[in-house]
């Protein structure tokens, strides 16, 4: 065997040794819950089939290799490949640390903690190194209250940093919401779960999917406290918890859902879908009533049908749209609990389907009969109703309302400071004349850019003379989003390496660095230092070759 295979098996050997006697407690102590991740996590490295993808070579307390276990055993592989086990261990030791200091630390189940405060990623956001850099300044703020005050006020420190801004689909990490002020609900509500979590406080991304009563939809937190999952609205502080603009509509929602990470999750709500990587729950009995239906799902002659998808949809946006998908088992039933109102649901297997509507409270068992196929000609004439609103709200006194919104006008007045330091149209107007760019690019450019300025000014400084019109153009074809997120190196590296500029599509699909929602990184340097040349070349010639290439040696994981 030589050195190099021998590092690589000792690394990762190091990961399943326990690190001696003396390496202290378990992060997991059921030690069938323990042996389940183990056989997990050596499960998700044979199918990744990369072992160096998963080496440690730092020595670990038994704590850290049990989270560290969990955490690769179910975190995508893109996780994996893009910020390395480093990354993570760095992660979990920041999180451990800081469980230790924190007061409320006896109050948090071992559970609740695994799946709600030690996982980094919250949704499909870009990881950063907000928790290391941010949870002691916020631990700062809440060191000596106790968990229920801890969390109002990190609500309050989010609303200081940032506030509700329309962007698209592509979200930020807590790091670019908090650099440009602003986010979306789904953005404002990772950033305000990854600053509980840095502080030990339990969170969770709540969402739902759809309303059922208007076409809209909406995202916010849950924090665990008192011994329960309690909701607020992110970076929206009220006095007191279970409060938010949203009460009225979350009271005649059908299904609310949140994500947790890891298969491994046993709280006791209702799964509706339980994958490889995390399980999804349902958790509307926090907002309104709830009742359940059965659904017996059987083929044209009566036979209950195994392993039928079962689609419960909410019409929104002029469409049935599909809020949760579950499996029939043996005796072809499943089941769901909603929200007082109507749905439709559509049930298939094998190229036949059927359909119904149920009214949850009012149809306690319903059987749909796969009777029908592709080309049937069907007619729908159904009126779904949505629940009613009945929102219950905690008591909040006059005093209290008072104290609050005295917080939030001070924390408009530190935000809007600094905000008061982006780009502003005559600053921009400046920094064209000094570079000689057209005018009304740079001072759209630099004004769009928000707290991600001085990058995308770097990116302009970079660039030579006679490449800044071409700089220009290449930050017009990037979404808004990149220029208040992505590194001005990263631009730099795209203008330099983008090659045959004569072509007349350069600019939209040569010189453009977006494929479709990924965090864009300098790729097209190291694809042309890694790729052959006479492989390129025969690319060049036939782009059939690099299909032919793709299908034989990326493989698909849908983990």
Same mark, same amino acid.
């Given at each position: 065997?030589?050195?190099?295979?021998?590092?690589?098996?000792?690394?990762?050997?190091?990961?399943?040794?326990?690190?001696?006697?003396?390496?202290?407690?378990?992060?997991?102590?059921?030690?069938? *819950?323990?042996?389940?991740?183990?056989?997990?996590?050596?499960?998700?490295?044979?199918?990744?089939?990369? /072992?160096?993808?998963?080496?440690? *070579?730092?020595?670990?307390?038994?704590?850290?290799?049990?989270?560290?276990?969990?955490?690769?055993?179910?975190?995508?592989?893109?996780?994996?490949?893009?910020?390395?086990?480093?990354?993570?261990? /760095?992660?979990?030791?920041?999180?451990?640390?800081?469980?230790?200091?924190?007061?409320?630390?006896?109050?948090?189940?071992?559970?609740?903690?695994?799946?709600?405060?030690?996982?980094?990623?919250?949704?499909?956001?870009?990881?950063?190194?907000?928790?290391?850099?941010?949870?002691?300044?916020?631990?700062?703020?809440?060191?000596?209250?106790?968990?229920?005050?801890?969390?109002?006020?990190?609500?309050?420190?989010?609303?200081?940093?940032?506030?509700?801004?329309?962007? /698209?689909?592509?979200?930020?990490?807590?790091?670019?919401?908090?650099? &440009?002020?602003?986010?979306?609900?789904?953005?404002?509500?990772?950033?305000?779960?990854?600053?509980?979590?840095?502080?030990?406080?339990?969170?969770?991304?709540?969402?739902?999917?759809?309303?059922?009563?208007?076409?809209?939809?909406?995202?916010?937190?849950?924090?665990?406290?008192?011994?329960?999952?309690?909701?607020?609205?992110?970076?929206?502080?009220?006095?007191?918890?279970?409060?938010?603009?949203?009460?009225?509509?979350?009271?005649?929602?059908?299904?609310?859902?949140?994500?947790?990470?890891?298969?491994?999750?046993?709280?006791?709500?209702?799964?509706?879908? &339980?994958?490889?990587?995390?399980?999804?729950?349902?958790?509307?009995?926090?907002?309104?009533?709830?009742?359940?239906?059965?659904?017996?799902?059987?083929?044209?002659?009566?036979?209950?049908?195994?392993?039928?998808?079962?689609?419960?949809?909410?019409?929104?946006?002029?469409?049935?749209?599909?809020?949760?998908?579950?499996?029939?088992?043996?005796?072809?039933?499943?089941?769901?609990?909603?929200?007082?109102? #109507?749905?439709?649901?559509?049930?298939?297997?094998?190229?036949?389907?059927?359909?119904?509507?149920?009214?949850?409270?009012?149809?306690?068992?319903?059987?749909?009969?796969?009777?029908?196929?592709?080309?049937?000609?069907?007619?729908?004439?159904?009126?779904?109703?949505?629940?009613?609103?009945?929102?219950?709200?905690?008591?909040?006194?006059?005093?209290?309302?008072?104290?609050?919104?005295?917080?939030? *006008?001070?924390?408009?007045?530190?935000?809007?400071?600094?905000?008061?330091?982006?780009?502003?149209?005559?600053?921009?107007?400046?920094?064209?004349?000094?570079?000689? *760019?057209?005018?009304?690019?740079?001072?759209?450019?630099?004004?769009?850019?928000?707290? &991600?300025?001085?990058?995308?000014?770097?990116?302009?400084?970079?660039?030579?003379?006679?490449?800044?019109?071409?700089?220009?153009?290449?930050?017009?074809?990037?979404?808004?989003? #990149?220029?208040? #997120?992505?590194?001005? /190196?990263?631009?730099?590296?795209?203008?330099?390496?983008? $090659?045959?500029?004569?072509?007349?599509?350069?600019?939209?699909?040569?010189?453009?660095?977006?494929?479709?929602?990924?965090?864009?990184?300098?790729?097209?340097?190291?694809?042309?230092?890694?790729?052959?040349?006479?492989?390129?070349?025969?690319?060049?010639?036939?782009?059939?070759?690099?299909?032919?290439?793709? $299908?034989?040696?990326?493989?698909?994981?849908?983990?």
């Amino acid at each position: 065997m030589n050195k190099s295979k021998f590092i690589t098996l000792f690394a990762v050997a190091s990961l399943l040794s326990s690190c001696g006697k003396d390496s202290g407690p378990h992060f997991i102590t059921d030690s069938a *819950t323990r042996q389940k991740i183990q056989a997990d996590f050596k499960s998700r490295k044979e199918a990744v089939g990369n /072992d160096a993808l998963f080496e440690i *070579t730092e020595p670990m307390t038994t704590e850290e290799r049990e989270a560290m276990e969990f955490l690769l055993a179910y975190m995508p592989i893109g996780d994996i490949t893009d910020y390395g086990t480093s990354y993570f261990l /760095d992660q979990v030791r920041q999180t451990l640390s800081m469980r230790d200091q924190v007061s409320w630390k006896d109050s948090i189940p071992e559970s609740v903690f695994r799946h709600y405060v030690l996982p980094v990623r919250t949704n499909n956001e870009t990881l950063d190194e907000f928790r290391n850099q941010y949870g002691p300044v916020i631990y700062e703020r809440v060191k000596n209250l106790p968990l229920k005050e801890a969390a109002l006020e990190v609500n309050h420190w989010c609303h200081e940093n940032v506030i509700y801004t329309s962007t /698209d689909g592509r979200t930020f990490g807590p790091i670019a919401s908090m650099r &440009n002020a602003g986010g979306r609900c789904g953005e404002e509500s990772v950033f305000a779960v990854a600053a509980m979590r840095s502080v030990g406080i339990p969170a969770r991304q709540v969402y739902s999917p759809r309303w059922a009563h208007t076409d809209d939809n909406h995202a916010w937190v849950e924090v665990y406290v008192d011994n329960k999952w309690q909701f607020l609205g992110a970076c929206e502080p009220e006095p007191v918890l279970n409060l938010g603009w949203f009460n009225g509509p979350a009271s005649r929602g059908m299904l609310m859902l949140t994500n947790a990470f890891g298969a491994s999750y046993d709280g006791p709500e209702e799964v509706t879908t &339980n994958t490889p990587a995390y399980t999804e729950v349902n958790v509307m009995y926090t907002y309104g009533p709830t009742a359940k239906s059965d659904f017996i799902i059987v083929d044209a002659n009566g036979a209950p049908v195994e392993g039928a998808e079962v689609e419960f949809k909410i019409y929104n946006y002029g469409e049935f749209n599909t809020v949760v998908r579950k499996k029939t088992d043996k005796e072809g039933s499943t089941f769901l609990n909603a929200g007082l109102g #109507d749905m439709f649901v559509w049930a298939s297997k094998d190229g036949k389907y059927g359909y119904s509507k149920v009214s949850f409270g009012k149809d306690e068992s319903i059987t749909i009969t796969l009777d029908k196929k592709q080309g049937d000609a069907i007619s729908l004439e159904m009126d779904l109703v949505p629940p009613g609103e009945g929102a219950s709200l905690p008591e909040v006194t006059d005093a209290m309302r008072a104290q609050n919104n005295v917080l939030l *006008t001070q924390e408009d007045s530190i935000r809007n400071l600094y905000t008061a330091t982006f780009y502003t149209e005559e600053r921009a107007k400046a920094l064209a004349s000094e570079l000689k *760019t057209d005018e009304a690019s740079t001072v759209r450019f630099m004004t769009m850019s928000r707290g &991600n300025h001085a990058e995308i000014e770097k990116f302009l400084r970079a660039a030579s003379p006679e490449k800044r019109e071409m700089a220009l153009s290449l930050l017009g074809v990037v979404s808004a989003k #990149d220029l208040r #997120d992505v590194p001005g /190196d990263v631009f730099t590296a795209h203008l330099n390496d983008s $090659k045959n500029q004569e072509n007349e599509q350069f600019v939209s699909y040569i010189l453009n660095p977006r494929i479709d929602r990924e965090f864009l990184t300098p790729y097209k340097g190291t694809l042309q230092k890694e790729t052959p040349a006479e492989f390129a070349a025969q690319v060049q010639e036939n782009p059939e070759v690099l299909v032919a290439w793709v $299908k034989e040696n990326i493989r698909v994981d849908n983990t």
